[in-house]
């Protein structure tokens, strides 16, 4: 999946690199346009196969930012504190 530049303007920063493992909504580029800076997110789970761009690269509207290879299960991937029972009673804990 190709993540696209939504506007034409500077590549101000990337946040990801080749590899990485990025939720749906994370952050990937941030784009500045007439002196506003606009957050460019994943639209779906995937790890990141391309990075098209650096910062300071200019870019149009609908450019190659990053390529997406799509992970279905990493839309799902929950921290294990958010998991926990809290009504369960531990193991070493007095009855």
Known sequence: MSVLSP??????????????????GA???????????????????GIVGRVAVGPGDTVAEGALL??????????????????IDLESVRPDSPR
Do not use: Y
Request: net charge negative.
């Open 7 to 24: 506007l034409r303007g500077t590549v101000v920063s990337v946040e990801v690199t080749q590899g990485d493992l990025v939720r749906q």
């Open 27 to 45: 952050p990937i580029a941030i784009v500045e346009s007439m002196k506003m800076e606009h957050v460019v997110e994943a639209p779906q789970a």
């Open 66 to 83: 990053v390529h997406l290879d799509p992970v279905p299960a990493a839309a799902d991937v929950v921290s294990e504190a958010a998991e």
